[in-house]
């Protein structure tokens, strides 16, 4: 059974980068024909897509954060990655990784979530 | 972007009971739509994809219906598992995939 688990800070400083983990476990990272997605939630708010990257390392991003993210794979350790650059308030929020197929983008498996607040 | 509207924002229901929850598209997303099941401190569940296509393990009290830009959750007897928060997402078309706000499902 395939399960995800976010890792990272969950205190960064306002104009400084966010970076997340998502270790896959249960199964390779690039065993199917899947996209590893990034999502989050502020408080109070429903969810955001933030973007993902196919096996072969190709990405997308969702245009309000296109600037600022970085979404990268590391098939040696199973895990991908988040970068959001020059964070501010706005940003504080619940981080979920997940996965979805290639061919229908549901999410079938999600990880826990990992709260980041951005303070100074 | 699609904007994805669910209500209501809360409800209540007794455990037993029937409950009927209501996503709306800002347009057609003809049957790409999901539906997943949120409890505090624990990862989102895929319960429903393809408007109305359970998910491995899901019970069949959970059911789905609708497409275009009208869809339904229904879950028809209640059991003291099933209050958390659902929220549907769009996914035929993208960037960026887009969800709605939830609904809270609580005991009345």
């Known amino acids: 059974q395939v399960q995800l688990q976010e890792s990272g800070p969950g205190l960064v400083k306002p104009s400084q980068t966010l970076s997340l983990t998502c270790t896959v476990s249960?199964?390779?990272?690039?065993?199917?024909?899947?996209?590893w997605t990034w999502i989050r939630q502020p408080a109070g708010k429903g969810l955001e897509w933030i973007g993902r990257i196919y096996t072969s390392g190709s990405t997308n991003y969702n245009p309000s954060l296109k600037s600022r993210v970085t979404v990268s794979l590391d098939t040696s350790k199973n895990q991908f990655s988040l970068n959001l650059t020059s964070v501010t308030a706005a940003d504080t929020a619940v981080y979920h990784c997940?996965?979805?197929?290639?061919?229908?983008?549901?999410?079938?498996?999600w990880g826990k979530g990992t709260t980041v607040t951005v303070s100074s | 972007e699609i904007v994805m509207t669910q209500s209501p924002a809360t409800l209540s229901v007794s455990p037993g009971e029937r409950a009927t929850l209501s996503c709306r598209a800002s347009q057609s997303v003809n049957s790409h739509l999901a539906w997943y099941q949120h409890k505090p401190g624990q990862a989102p569940r895929l319960l429903i994809y393809g408007a109305s296509t359970r998910a491995t393990g899901i019970p069949a009290r959970f059911s789905g219906s609708g497409s275009g830009t009208e869809f339904t959750l229904t879950i028809s007897s209640l059991q003291s598992e099933d209050f958390a928060v659902y929220f549907c997402q769009q996914y035929k078309n993208w960037p960026p995939l887009t969800f709605g706000q939830g609904t809270r499902l609580e005991i009345k």
């Open positions: 249960g199964d390779s990272i690039t065993s199917g024909p899947y996209y």
């Open positions: 997940a996965r979805s197929s290639r061919i229908s983008y549901y999410l079938d498996v």
